[in-house]
């Protein structure tokens, strides 16, 4: 190869694709081997650190009779009973009803199905979602302080337990460690879309942000608090879904949160609302029909407190933090909307 | 309710059906809770357990373009690309790839999907699968030790850790602790037919074994060795996948076992081919298109070590030691073939 190299004569490259079709060569190399250890520590840690705090793991069921965030973008199939199921988006709406069911604080490991056409380096139709959902006692900064807590440690221990993983990841796919505070840096949806502003960026300040502007905001909050890791909160009402509390004093924004690493949102996170008559109102004017989450909707009848949770895709957790160009390269075998196989 | 009780006025109760429609106040119950606090542990450990003996969490795609295990038992869907996709019936040739991919020992704890029309206490359509895949050095008993090994400090870690939870299942559900021995009996196949054969029943030695033969063994057992858990090996090759290694001196039998808890099969377990000529052949030998299983059969072909593995249904783990009389009981929202909600 190095005297090929010193001729000039170009060696052969193989594309992502190619190395996708023959997945299991490709993941033999250093670095293949060096990511899904890094994505099992993720997980460890993800589960060790909410199962100290009282939560239990849960399994809600991955097949259901509607769909479980609206929306067209879901797979659907035939059940045995002749009805038709939907894939579940996300494990939404019966983690909150494990809440209901009185388990205080619940989380969950487990796949989410999204029928999306999306061909981008970040998006995969099938992907592993970890959530949690939660009591809240007095307001929806404590769910908050668990992403915070939580995230500030698995970075941590990836950076101590995983030197050897990282260094394998970084010598094929250099990267930066990540920069993150000790205390995760919280700045409200008004003072981003300011920072936005006096950086010249034309940004609706009602509107969820785009794509660009993730990338931009996380560049001025890098330049301004030497972090790539932050929460922003009090979205707009209109950008969040339909079960999304809204805010007691403006019902123009929500109890909400999204959390950026390297530029990109990777985690949601809000307050639910868990009043069944105001849940039916927002289901109806974002034009959910009540047959479909008539059983979600009728849990919260029976007396339920106050509750939150977050949501985050494990392979994005991992491509983000190891600074991988696409998500592909941390799902062992990935489906888009091109593959389903191997 | 007293009252009513000495008067002979019959008390209203109200069916499963009835409690599962309600299930979220269904679980509020001192049980329910306690059901899903143990299920929590049983996880935890499986892969506490297997991750200090450097297996590591992977997840395999639920979607895939053939169906697992063969047969008609799968649930089918269209895919983004036009495609039809199935949803898999178990991790089985994505944890063999994995082993292929050389991570040389990996589990997942994941949902399993099952089209059956099986209304029994003891069968869902989605569980959940506790599943591992190793290489093995020397002989398939590796694996078995591995399941010897796990689940007796799963026993342990519930009957020590768990004791108030136990005892408020036992309130409501009556049951013995579980008996076993501190290193797990092992019985051959041809053992347990003899067994079953001298207790005068019927019995087809090539064959499976079917549920009553199942119980009677479990019986016969603990009569003999005072255990109720116990691990049968070396079953007919006819009676297992076609992924299944013979046994070299007898290719009637194979390098495979069973796990038996109070009488019910918990556990299936074997040493894999990993040889894609015999692969290919026996699966043409089940009926199976290469065409659905070439990505899975041509892994093999790049050099694959020697590996067995096994599969295990959470719920039914969790049932099964605490002495319930229904999978549903130990699932939080079950799917069988008449429910799909909530």
Do not use: W
Not at 17 to 44: C, S
Not at 77 to 104: D, T
Not at 118 to 123: A, L
Not at 279 to 308: C, N, Q, V, W
């Amino acid at each position: 190869m190095k005297e090929e190299d010193t001729k000039g004569v170009p060696l052969p490259r193989v594309g992502q694709e190619t190395r996708l079709d023959y997945r299991v060569i490709d993941v033999r190399t250093p670095t293949g081997q060096a990511i899904f250890r890094v994505q099992h520590q993720v997980e460890n840690k993800f589960r060790e650190y909410l199962s100290a705090r009282d939560f239990i793991g849960i399994h809600t069921p991955k097949l259901i009779s509607g769909s479980s965030e609206g929306g067209a973008a879901v797979f659907k199939l035939e059940y045995k009973n002749g009805k038709s199921a939907c894939l579940a988006q996300s494990p939404q709406l019966h983690k909150q009803m494990a809440i209901c069911g009185g388990f205080r604080r619940v989380f969950e490991v487990g796949h989410v199905f999204r029928a999306e056409d999306s061909n981008t380096h970040r998006h995969l139709c099938v992907f592993v979602g970890l959530d949690a959902e939660m009591e809240i006692m007095r307001h929806y900064f404590e769910v908050c302080d668990i992403v915070d807590g939580l995230f500030i440690q698995i970075f941590r221990h990836l950076n101590e337990n995983c030197k050897r993983e990282l260094e394998a990841i970084n010598r094929q796919y250099p990267f930066e460690p990540l920069k993150y505070l000790e205390r995760t840096l919280r700045l409200s949806y008004e003072e981003g879309i300011q920072m936005l502003k006096e950086a010249g960026t034309e940004i609706e300040p009602m509107a969820d942000l785009n794509t660009e502007a993730e990338k931009k905001l996380g560049q001025l909050v890098r330049e301004k608090y030497d972090t790539e890791f932050f929460i922003l909160y009090r979205y707009p009402l209109a950008a969040r879904p339909f079960y999304t509390m809204p805010c007691y004093e403006n019902p123009a924004y929500s109890n909400s949160f999204d959390v950026f690493l390297r530029g990109e949102e990777i985690i949601s996170g809000a307050q639910r609302i868990h009043e069944p008559k105001l849940l039916a109102k927002r289901a109806a004017e974002h034009g959910i029909g009540m047959s479909s989450i008539k059983s979600y909707i009728d849990s919260f009848s029976y007396g339920t407190p106050p509750h939150g949770g977050f949501g985050v895709g494990l392979e994005r957790v991992v491509m983000l933090f190891c600074g991988l160009h696409n998500v592909r390269l941390a799902s062992l075998f990935p489906r888009d909307p091109q593959r389903l196989s191997p």
